[in-house]
């Protein structure tokens, strides 16, 4: 509850009148003739390499506008954000995720794109729906997607072919994951088949995909489900029954990590991990990716990261111009060749394939046309971080998933009527 009263009253303190003032000025500071210059404000150092060539494309087309990188750790920059847009320092443009979009966009932090959209045509529909939906808020849209994830399942071929075990493809069902993880657990070389991870939203993944489940629909906690408790219970019981290790051997160790080191042959991850599963020689050697298995559907989820303005900023129009561009072919080509990420515009995504020929990476490229959108609502963080302390127990192998889940279910719409109460 503390979490969600800072980033209220952070957020509130910077949708004051003083905002409104700011956001009056319109297209002013040094639009007003001469050069302008845009802070852009991201996380991920691997992305900047990239960003650096698509902002000198950018300064080509429009000589008058500089933009300037500003870096962020992740473990710090919603708390750095927050504070900037408190003290009007917040960049001019940034990257937005689900989890935090509803929030900053009920507190009127983030400009309103739909107009520019109109009258610039900006392609939205060359981006995933599912994604374009995610970053509208009561019917504006206030971010455009750059990028997506969907999550796919990776295995260790060397662990299958020493256990004889035939790979992964795209006609397995989710039994057939639990029956090929009991074969590939040795207990003499400390060897799991499965990686069942306990961690925030890694939780919302088998809820949504291997029953069928959804933690969130329509307003209300979906983990009280039946449906959903089937999905965590496939995962406690591999715990139970040793093919996955528990979540108390994983505190340090996460489940990505344990597959790198090959302690686990099989683990669902994002897309956006795949340039780090390339960068380990043995997987790259061996490791390989495909859909995720079939539920009573199959399906997968999608995220992404969408770009979007200040509404703080003095250099509106700029940072529209840069913002635009971005949503378009050639941004997105340029993105997809460095291989870190998915670009969100539809057809330029084989450079990124190409990047790292030894994976089958068009697995999540196919999975995205049955993908459903990663739940969120205006205090997202809030009901993700009771996951851990009330589902932990019963992914250490100590039982009781179903009573936890519903627990879990209840809390969660006391937060969510919360939500919408104020």
Request: glycine share 10%; net charge neutral; hydrophobic share 40%.
């Amino acid at each position: 509850m503390r979490r969600r009263t800072l980033l209220r009253s952070g957020l509130a303190a910077a949708s004051a009148p003083a905002l409104a003032a700011c956001a009056d000025q319109g297209g002013g500071g040094s639009e007003g003739g001469g050069r302008t210059t845009l802070s852009y404000g991201m996380w991920d150092p691997a992305q900047v390499p990239g960003m650096r060539r698509i902002i000198a494309a950018f300064k080509e087309r429009n000589p008058g506008i500089s933009v300037r990188i500003e870096l962020t750790p992740w473990a710090s920059y919603w708390t750095t954000l927050k504070t900037s847009m408190r003290g009007g320092t917040a960049p001019d443009v940034f990257w937005m995720n689900a989890v935090n979009f509803q929030l900053y966009a009920a507190h009127g932090v983030l400009e309103p794109l739909a107009e520019r959209i109109a009258r610039d045509a900006t392609p939205l529909e060359r981006h995933p729906a599912q994604l374009v939906r995610l970053y509208a808020y009561e019917g504006t849209q206030y971010g455009i997607p750059k990028d997506f994830d969907t999550i796919g399942l990776w295995y260790n071929k060397a662990l299958f072919d020493k256990a004889r075990v035939p790979y992964p493809d795209p006609t397995w069902t989710w039994d057939d994951l639990r029956a090929a993880a009991a074969e590939l657990t040795d207990p003499h070389e400390r060897v799991h088949g499965f990686a069942a991870e306990m961690h925030r939203q890694f939780v919302i993944y088998p809820t949504v995909f291997a029953a069928d489940g959804y933690v969130l629909r329509d307003g209300r906690s979906g983990f009280g489900d039946d449906r959903t408790i089937e999905g965590l219970r496939f995962l406690t019981d591999m715990i139970d029954r040793g093919w996955s290790p528990p979540q108390s051997a994983m505190v340090e160790n996460v489940a990505r990590v344990r597959y790198w080191s090959e302690k686990v042959a099989m683990v669902y991850d994002v897309s956006a991990m795949s340039g780090q599963m390339y960068a380990v020689p043995a997987l790259k050697d061996h490791g390989g990716v495909t859909v995720l298995p079939r539920g009573r559907r199959r399906a997968t989820v999608i995220h992404g990261l969408a770009n979007v303005i200040s509404a703080k900023s003095d250099k509106k129009a700029a940072a529209w111009k840069f913002v635009h561009f971005m949503a378009g072919r050639e941004a997105a080509e340029i993105q997809a060749e460095l291989g870190v990420t998915i670009s969100s515009y539809a057809g330029t995504q084989d450079a990124w394939m190409k990047s790292m020929p030894e994976f089958d990476l068009k697995s999540f490229i196919d999975m995205e046309k049955y993908a459903v959108p990663y739940p969120s609502s205006k205090n997202t963080a809030v009901w993700e971080n009771l996951q851990y302390p009330l589902l932990g127990a019963a992914f250490s192998g100590k039982g009781g998933i179903e009573g936890a889940a519903r627990t879990l279910g209840e809390q969660m719409d006391r937060a969510l009527k919360e939500e919408r109460d104020r």
